[in-house]
């Protein structure tokens, strides 16, 4: 029997994370989430949606129809349940993907081999899903739609943190003059997570960027990666992919 608290992570996340389809669950996320927005309304390259007038009203019927509604949420309707797994799928914009993406690329390749495949994708949808809820039962009155996969990428970010706190990260921080400089993942995530915090408790319901919903989702995972996988983290400095400061 291996005893966990013995194995070389770092090794194994190297060459792991240099395999080809080694993350297939993380690789095949981000396809899905990029196919999915370059289908929809929202990438402005899919011809059966017309332009102008008619583009727009289909990107407002896109967002009602998989997005979560916080006030429609808790009204009991089988669609509105459903929501928060759709929503983890959908991005706004260009930016708001490509910025998800990102922080899913960097840090779920590690997760997903620590966890295993199926454990990690339970992980993902059910701490995204959770995440989503959280918001919407704090605003529980807003017709804001909320879209987008930060609450489950946070959830992941979260138990990287207890995983692999060691792990060397590459950052931009913009107070740095965005010099890329590398920190310990624990330094660069709570950092992000303090952010996350403090403009949660200003910000409103209305629309913009649902920071409640990420950290909601950043202690999901952490908790349960504390729980699930507690005397078994990495002991030893590991080494992970580049990335940015923000999602």
Sequence with gaps: MIDLREVDWRERARGFAAAAGGAPV???????CCAVFLMSPLSGFNPVYGDADALLAAQAG?????????????????????TP?????????????LGNMLFLYVFGAMAEERMGRVEF??????CGYFALVAYAVVHADSDQTLVGASGAISAVLGAFLYLFPKARVTSLFPFLFFLP????????????????????????SGPGVAYLAHVAGFAAGFLYAWVRFR????????????GESQP
């Design 231 to 242: 005397g078994t983290r990495v002991k030893v400095p590991a080494t992970a992919t580049e």
């Design 181 to 204: 400089l590398r920190f310990p993942a624990w330094i660069v995530l709570v950092f992000w997570f303090v952010l996350q915090w403090l403009a949660a408790r200003g910000a409103g």
């Design 85 to 97: 797994l759709t929503a983890l799928f959908v991005h706004g914009s260009w930016l708001h993907l």
């Design 121 to 126: 994708t339970l992980f993902y949808l059910v």
């Design 26 to 32: 993380t690789y095949g996320l981000i396809a899905l």
């Design 62 to 82: 896109y967002f009602e129809r998989w997005g979560v509604i916080p006030s429609e949420l808790l009204d009991g309707s089988a669609h509105a349940a459903l």
